[in-house]
């Protein structure tokens, strides 16, 4: 399988603490970590490996994907994925999201019911 030099290891961490809805005044809290479904590029014939866990560091919890990202077979991507339960609330202006990665390239997609793609 011959791979992208920049895509050999790639790590992406997602860094996310447990907050209490007391934590946030808007009385919005993220979903929990063990509600991400992780998948590879397997679902459309590639062949990129991967896996997601839950790891801690200190008090923070976080979500941790790692894997080789193959382009053969038009694939190219590892990803988690969440559905939210709770909606945001009206008045919110934009998401947060504290993350840490190997200096590669990364994308974060969001996706509402009325998007097919994201």
């Not at 992208?4 to 603490?17: D, G, K, Q, T």
């Not at 063990?34 to 839950?54: L, P």
């Not at 979500?63 to 988690?80: E, K």
């Amino acid at each position: 399988m011959r791979l992208h030099p920049f895509v050999r290891a790639a790590c992406l961490v997602l860094v996310m603490s447990t907050p209490s809805l007391a934590d946030d005044p808007d009385g919005y809290a993220p979903p929990p970590l063990d509600g991400y479904r992780f998948f590879t590029d397997q679902v459309m014939g590639g062949v990129s490996e991967g896996e997601a866990r839950i790891e801690r560091s200190g008090e923070t919890r976080y979500l941790r994907l790692t894997g080789t990202v193959s382009t053969a077979n038009r694939g190219g991507f590892i990803q988690a994925r969440v559905d939210l339960d709770t909606a945001f609330p009206e008045d919110a202006q934009g998401v947060v999201l504290r993350v840490r990665g190997t200096g590669g390239r990364y994308f974060v997609h969001l996706r509402t019911r009325g998007t097919v793609l994201p």
